[in-house]
């Protein structure tokens, strides 16, 4: 009779943890297969969902404050990530966003973040918040070194905004800096007569400016974009308003040392002297290029001493682990990534 009692006890213990866990998973399935952004579900290095959502980015409609009133109302914990542009600053480089967002209260409402900024109090943090310095970028491991024939000096991608026209204000144009790109090539390819390929930017009449200097392609497959990548010496990042774009680290995990502007909301910490320059305009360009073609790096290397996926799923399970103590997966858990 005690034999039976006991095991009893084991099995009542046993369906109560599974009944936790089990609510845990049911609180996300109506979203599960939904296109969710603003929102970003995180997993364990199981795949198993884990119940905190990720805010990355402003709501637009209000479908998106609804969702997160759901997330918070079911029990649920949101926090935030910046990879969208100054997320959670407002947006003011002229483009749709400045209009189209939704005005929230997010570092007063959000307190837990995953942050990328160099300056976290310039885009609206304070002391009550609690950040967690990370990119998306960082969960990558090194690639191989491929072998390949470089047929480019420098790679730049800024896709088209209009099917016809080549406007500046664009989207894809004030993100990827365009306006600087169009300075910088002139000095690029008649100083330093360097051989420029473009994705994006068709109707700029960059080819009647340059010859055979310059390449202009359209968008590409991920995969064929990986290879003309490989095909470039160096990768080109006048970029102002981009958090941290994966091209950076896809670039130095391959070898391929960057050339970045200064002034980058998120990405300068991934350059240093053996993964490329920093420079802020077309006149220090000149200094910063030669530099780089005159200088040895290993990109690939200093990124295997650095970062790697498991490293970072590592570091963010542990910031989730401290923060949230009464959540059994997340405690459980040895990494967390994005789903």
Same mark, same amino acid.
């Given at each position: ?40 579900? !995180? ?25 997160? +009133? ?41 307190? @837990? ?49 209009? $099917? ?7 989207? @894809?144009?004030? +993100?990827?800096?365009?306006?600087? $790109? ?10 330093? +007569?360097?051989?420029? !390929? ?57 070898? &391929?040392?960057? !050339?970045? +502007? ?8 991934? &350059? ?19 530099? !780089? ?7 690939? $290397? ?36 994005? @789903?």
């Amino acid at each position: 009779m005690i034999r039976f009692r006991l095991h009893w006890k084991i099995i009542t213990g046993i369906l109560v943890l599974l009944v936790l866990v089990l609510v845990q998973y049911i609180k996300f399935e109506k979203y599960e297969e939904e296109p969710i952004f603003p929102f970003r579900l !995180l997993c364990n290095e199981k795949r198993e969902i884990i119940p905190v959502v990720a805010l990355t980015a402003f709501f637009r409609t209000d479908k998106d404050v609804q969702r997160y +009133n759901d997330y918070i109302a079911n029990g649920n914990v949101v926090i935030g990530y910046t990879s969208y542009k100054t997320f959670p600053k407002p947006i003011t480089d002229g483009t749709g966003d400045s209009e189209t967002v939704i005005d929230f209260p997010y570092t007063d409402k959000i307190k @837990n973040w995953v942050s990328c900024f160099k300056n976290p109090k310039e885009f609206g943090f304070t002391d009550a918040n609690t950040l967690l310095e990370m990119s998306e970028s960082d969960f990558k491991d090194a690639d191989t070194i491929p072998t390949v024939e470089k047929k480019y000096d420098f790679i730049y991608s800024c896709l088209e905004d209009d $099917a016809n026209a080549c406007p500046l204000n664009g989207w @894809n144009a004030v +993100n990827r800096n365009f306006d600087l $790109a169009k300075k910088c090539f002139p000095i690029m390819i008649n100083e330093f +007569n360097l051989k420029i !390929l473009v994705m994006g930017r068709l109707h700029c009449g960059l080819e009647e400016l340059y010859g055979d200097k310059i390449e202009i392609i359209n968008m590409l497959p991920y995969h064929e974009f990986q290879e003309k990548l490989d095909q470039s010496r160096f990768l080109f990042v006048p970029n102002v308003y981009d958090a941290s774009p994966r091209v950076i680290t896809e670039a130095i995990s391959k070898d &391929i040392p960057v !050339l970045m +502007n200064r002034n980058i909301v998120c990405g300068s910490k991934y &350059i240093n002297d053996q993964t490329g320059e920093l420079f802020t305009d077309d006149y220090d360009i000149r200094f910063h290029l030669k530099a !780089l073609l005159a200088r040895k790096m290993s990109p690939n $290397a200093w990124w295997k001493q650095n970062y790697s996926r498991q490293a970072a799923g590592v570091k963010f399970q542990k910031f989730l682990a401290d923060l949230y103590p009464d959540i059994p997966l997340v405690q459980t858990s040895k990494e967390v990534y994005f @789903n």
